[in-house]
């Protein structure tokens, strides 16, 4: 788990300039730096030392004759296998990184490489014989990488877009295209991210790009394949025990210190069973209904590990926001990057390395859209052709009470369903903004080339689709790796496995989510190593007491100050947004997310905007 920063092109005190960038996300790498220097192209790296804590694993590594340089973050679990093939082949191994597995890798397969790969990474290789990049990123998102074409055709890229900030060449604004789906999905979900001209390279995607020319392709390199093979419930139980069993022993492996985050909930409480850590990190609130370290505490016992509990109060919740939005590069307004960013400052204390549960709603059908409400349940007894027929005539319509209610029984996920935030509704959401920012291409314009692909697909197979593919890598994973990040803290997600998503992909509707609930196979292969109080408890997540403390003077007036500044006019509707906050404070309204999304972005936008 690291960082790396890179440029092509030529600038004065290029060593300088990459020195700056590498020293913009030193908390990534704290333990080691390095570069790499070559006509035309720079490379800076640091380093969190997980495997071969030695000199020999530093990054940028070079082959033997200097011909391939990769600067690589993340982890290749299946790097030993890698290395034993390649060893057959006649490289040889100087060191016990991963690193050189993916090195050596591309000498011999080139962009194959990454057919081969099993981990989260992001990485760039340098390849001088053909004077070109090749990049890519894990095929769920796990880890980032930004990058962003300069005026005279170079290449910069990273792992945060903070370095961008040091290059002398990049043009700092605002992308007005990000701020409208922003308030509904409460993460930046276009490509473009909010610094204009900057990208995400998209999970599952790789790049080339060729230096003389300055032409660069990105192509998908991976997809899932959601087609059900029919074995009894049961059967599928007890596989999915031992598929997960064998993600947590890959991703256990390490050269330090390994925990992990638990929750009350069954998937951070799955991975804790199967991996058996030392210690256990969990935060909480003290509001009823806003604490589940109780759970934590107990299961902690029951399998007689030590437990380490943090209770966040009001005040340090508010004094990290800055911080919080600087590290997130991006504006995010995910409750639960708060308590994360504390806890992964405790787990710091202890572990260099933890694992977590992300991911298993996604692809295992965890979340409460997935299932029907009993009312559309009821209706989906209806012919299918007449529930289609009613679902076309209201989808035709303007908006209307019970609109949404006749595509949900008509089983149009396409028109109802944008994955699992929803702030602003898009038919509210131009409102709010100020006119230069309205008419941009909202959440459902964004999803609709993501449903596409799974036409034909069932209800629950394109939800999961594109949750995985915007929700997943762009809220869940971003929060998770730039909050364990800030506090040099490397998250695993072993659900998150390539072996892992080949099981579940195949796992019938039925099984993930039926009249008993959702996320069943699951629940009863965790039911092997759990109690069953664990394995059935609904999903909670982090909740945040935000709603009550909103209705605090001291609050109250930490979000009016934002509110009011003379700059938030420039993007919104300063007034609505005050009118929103005093009917919150008054106790005549619960809009504590509508206040929150505005907020954090004004928050981001000061931070990197105007204080800098």
Not at 74 to 92: D, H, M, Q, T, V
Not at 523 to 540: F, G, I, M, Q, S
Request: proline share 5%; charged share 25%.
């Amino acid at each position: 788990m690291c960082g790396f920063v890179g440029f092509t092109g030529e600038v004065e005190n290029r060593e300088a300039v990459l020195t700056a960038m590498m020293e913009r996300i030193v908390h990534r790498g704290p333990d080691m730096g390095g570069m790499f220097l070559a006509d035309g192209v720079a490379l800076g790296f640091r380093r969190l030392s997980i495997l071969d804590l030695s000199d020999a694993g530093g990054q940028p590594m070079s082959n033997a004759d200097g011909t391939v340089v990769v600067a690589f973050n993340g982890e290749i679990y299946n790097f030993r296998e890698l290395r034993a093939e390649l060893e057959a082949k006649g490289y040889e191994f100087h060191c016990n990184a991963d690193t050189e597995s993916l090195l050596h890798g591309y000498e011999e397969w080139g962009e194959g490489i990454v057919d081969r790969l099993r981990g989260m990474y992001a990485f760039v290789v340098w390849d001088a014989k053909r004077q070109r990049l090749f990049g890519a990123r894990d095929i769920f998102g796990i880890k980032p990488f930004y990058y962003s074409r300069l005026a005279d055709g170079g290449l910069l890229f990273g792992s945060e877009i903070k370095s961008f900030l040091e290059h002398p060449r990049f043009e700092k604004a605002v992308n007005e295209r990000a701020l409208r789906p922003y308030l509904t999905l409460q993460y930046s979900a276009t490509e473009e991210t909010f610094f204009k001209g900057v990208y995400k390279l998209p999970a599952a995607h790789c790049f080339t790009y060729d230096s003389a020319t300055g032409q660069m392709e990105v192509r998908r390199y991976w997809d899932c394949d959601f087609s059900a093979v029919e074995k009894p419930f049961d059967v599928y139980a007890d596989e999915l025990d031992e598929v997960v069993h064998e993600s947590v022993q890959a991703h256990r492996i390490a050269d330090v210190k390994v925990g992990s985050f638990l929750s009350g909930g069954v998937d951070s409480s799955y991975i804790t069973a199967c991996l058996m850590p030392d210690n256990t990190f969990s935060v909480g609130f003290e509001y009823n209904k806003f604490n589940e370290t109780n759970y934590a505490a107990e299961l902690s016992e029951k399998l007689g590990v030590k437990n380490f509990r943090k209770m966040i109060q009001p005040e340090e919740f508010f004094e990290a926001l800055p911080t919080i939005q600087y590290h997130m590069d991006e504006p995010q307004s995910n409750l639960s990057s708060v308590p994360l960013y504390f806890l992964a400052q405790m787990a710091a204390e202890q572990v260099t390395v933890v694992l977590s549960g992300e991911g298993a709603d996604e692809i295992f059908g965890g979340y409460a859209w997935y299932e029907d409400t009993p009312a559309v349940a009821k209706a989906k007894r209806l012919p299918r052709w007449l529930r289609r027929a009613a679902g076309k005539v209201a989808g035709a319509l303007p908006y209307f009470k019970g609109q949404n209610f006749l595509l949900r029984m008509a089983e149009m996920p396409e028109r109802t369903f944008v994955g699992q935030a929803l702030v602003w509704p898009e038919r509210e959401v131009d409102s709010v903004l100020a006119p230069a920012f309205r008419g941009c291409d909202g959440a459902f314009e964004l999803a609709a080339p993501v449903y596409e692909r799974m036409r034909g697909a069932s209800e629950l197979t394109k939800k999961q689709y594109l949750d995985m593919n915007m929700w997943l890598p762009g809220d869940i994973l971003l929060k998770a790796d730039k909050m364990c990040m800030a506090h040099s803290l490397e998250l695993r997600v072993p659900f998150l496995d390539r072996r892992v998503m080949e099981f579940a992909e195949h796992i019938p509707d039925r099984y993930r989510v039926n009249a008993q609930g959702n996320k069943q196979v699951l629940r009863h292969a965790a039911n092997k190593v759990l109690p069953d109080e664990w394995a059935t408890r609904p999903k909670v997540g982090f909740p945040v007491p935000l709603v009550y403390w909103l209705r605090e003077e001291r609050w109250y007036d930490y979000v009016r100050a934002y509110f009011q500044a003379p700059w938030a006019a420039e993007f919104f509707d300063t007034e609505l947004l005050m009118r929103l906050l005093d009917e919150h404070y008054a106790g005549q309204a619960e809009n504590q997310r509508k206040i929150y999304t505005p907020l954090t972005f004004l928050i981001w936008y000061k931070r990197f905007f105007i204080d800098e």
